[in-house]
């Protein structure tokens, strides 16, 4: 039995095998072949199984991101049955007696290199397909999972660090719960597993040769700690805390359906902070008021070239019919800092939290930011449907952004393109766009503060930055400062004020927001619950700030 204490980023208790995650070796070793059939035989039974998982993750794509994104996965899938891309592998092991993994790797890297040097447009873009396809392929002849993450039977996932896009993709019912040596708590990974509500712990000092896949671990994440191989007592104990879990679950289920106000009266809205659309069946059955939050970076992650309008428009019109009435709040793509996307080429930056980021790369490459926009006016007929605006400091930023939402609404009538023009919001997250909230609020028809970044700006502490978390004090009185004034501000023009950020899912400070007069608090769909029991609940003598 070993046993590991880590920081806690998502409560819950998870028991079950583990599945060490592993960043691929890169390049592939030049392995020779024993027996170079015997090599040709496992390309083609991988490729079975890559054919599996792309017709499995077509399916889940149509579902999500519809017909014109899940082509991409249909055009992955062809490849894998096209007889120049399987000889070229044949042939390497044949007259070069290598093992199939670096066949693989060799061939698939020249007909990539081939593809990118063409004229024609959409060949050059087959060439991140095939790249795609033969990292896939590699993965399966490693005996990895699909994307990394566990292959059939739900694991815990273990591994040194997790990227956002990684974590996006996690599916709710196949991680059990995430155990990472690093991270920081307010970083993208451990906001996913919170929406995702996967209990996660960071910052495990746990030797991962040690551990082995399919190894089994108990993750509390009420206590902080893991335990690998546990005995009978740690099981039975664990166990024990899920009964728990769940009757106390049942007990929170029993608010669904019930409102949101304090004992004097006071409706709080209470929304769901969501990343794509499958996390919104979290917020419905959370019986979340609305989605306050849908961070729309998350479809831009994990690809290789921009999603279209039309995936985007699918999407956003999905999210708005789903919540059949209830607003939700479409945040345009906030790009950078921990989420990069490689195509969109940036320059690296030395910086990148305080670099081109959100709102800055949208205004500086218009032509990226009005595809989005048509896309979320043009959806915005199926429901209702808010933007906002990310990482402001300036009124002067918000005119040119209502200048280019202008030119998409032009694009659209010209076009003869049905669309509504929604309500926009800013995002306070940045000091600077506190100190104008007063001018912001006559701009905006509402404002969401977004604490992560607030306190990061504030405090000048990068909130990735694990061996800082002692210095990253959501209690700081400089935040609780700007909160109140970015209230009076919002209200003094008639404005409603939520909080998006961390700080509104903290028990200990929802009293404290109730009290400066927050009209909205967003959240993480599994804690709509425990948000609404405090507010029925509330009492004013909470932790005064
Ligand atoms: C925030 O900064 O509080 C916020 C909600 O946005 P993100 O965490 O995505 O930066
Ligand atoms: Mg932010």
């Not at 024609?120 to 991140?128: C, G, L, P, S």
């Not at 059990?176 to 708590?185: F, P, Q």
């Not at 209200?491 to 007069?517: N, P, Q, S, W, Y």
Request: aromatic share 6%; proline share 4%.
């Amino acid at each position: 039995m070993m046993q590991f204490a880590g920081k806690s980023v998502c409560k819950g208790i998870a028991l079950g095998p583990v599945r060490v995650w592993k960043k691929r070796k890169d390049p592939v070793e030049r392995g020779v072949a024993q027996d170079t059939s015997a090599e040709i035989g496992k390309v083609l039974s991988a490729c079975a199984q890559a054919k599996q998982q792309l017709q499995r993750l077509y399916g889940k794509a149509l579902g999500e991101v519809g017909k014109e994104g899940a082509a991409i996965l249909e055009a992955q899938r062809m490849i894998l049955e096209d007889e120049a891309y399987l000889e070229a592998i044949r042939n390497k092991i044949r007259t070069e007696e290598v093992c199939a993994t670096y066949a693989v790797a060799e061939a698939g890297e020249k007909i990539s290199d081939m593809f990118s040097q063409m004229r024609d447009e959409e060949i050059r873009e087959r060439a991140a397909d095939v790249k795609d396809v033969s990292d896939r392929l590699i993965r399966i002849l490693e005996g990895e999972g699909e994307d990394g993450l566990p292959k059939g039977s739900p694991a815990i996932i273990v591994a040194r660090d997790l990227s956002p896009s990684q974590t996006v993709q996690m599916e709710k019912g196949k991680v059990l719960g995430i155990v990472t040596v690093r991270g920081s708590e307010n970083s993208h990974v451990s906001i996913l597993a919170r929406m995702k509500n996967i209990p996660t712990l960071i910052g495990v000092p746990v030797d991962l040769a040690k551990i082995a896949t399919g190894m089994e671990a108990a993750v509390d994440g009420f206590l902080g700690k893991v335990t690998f191989e546990p005995d009978e007592t740690v099981r039975r104990q664990v166990k024990s805390r899920m009964e728990e879990e769940e009757k106390n679950r049942v007990l929170l289920g029993k608010l669904k359906g019930k409102p949101t106000v304090t004992p004097d009266g006071r409706y709080i809205r209470l929304c769901a902070n969501i990343g794509c659309v499958g996390d919104l069946e979290g917020a419905l059955e959370n019986d979340a008021d609305g989605i306050g939050l849908f961070r729309s970076e998350f479809l831009y992650l994990g690809r290789d070239s921009f999603p279209t309008e039309e995936e985007q428009f699918w999407a956003y019109k999905q999210a708005v019919q789903k919540m059949a009435g209830k607003e939700v709040v479409i945040r345009t793509m906030d790009i950078g800092a921990d989420k990069q996307i490689g195509y969109l080429n940036l320059e690296k930056e030395e910086n990148p939290a305080m670099g081109c980021r959100g709102i800055r790369i949208c205004l500086k490459r218009p032509e990226i930011f009005k595809t989005q926009l048509r896309a979320l006016l043009r959806a915005a007929v199926y429901g209702d449907l808010a933007v906002l605006y990310p990482m402001i400091t300036s009124a002067e930023e918000v005119r040119q952004i209502f200048e280019i939402v202008r030119q998409a609404q032009g694009e659209l009538d010209a076009a003869g393109i049905p669309y509504k023009c929604p309500r926009q919001g800013v995002m306070i997250e940045t000091p600077a766009a506190v100190m104008v909230s007063g001018e912001l609020a006559g701009l905006a028809d509402f404002f969401s503060i977004g604490t992560n970044d607030l306190i990061q700006y504030t405090l000048a502490v990068d909130r990735q930055n694990e061996r800082l978390a002692d210095f990253y004090n959501p209690w700081h009185p400089a935040v609780w400062e700007m909160i109140r004034l970015v209230v009076k501000n919002a209200h003094a023009c008639g404005k409603r004020v939520g909080i998006c950020g961390e700080l509104g899912a903290d028990l200990r400070m929802t009293g404290a927001f109730i009290r400066m007069g927050v009209d909205e608090l967003s959240v993480a769909p599994s804690m709509i619950l425990p948000i609404r029991q405090a507010v029925r609940g509330y009492v004013p003598d909470l932790r005064e700030v």
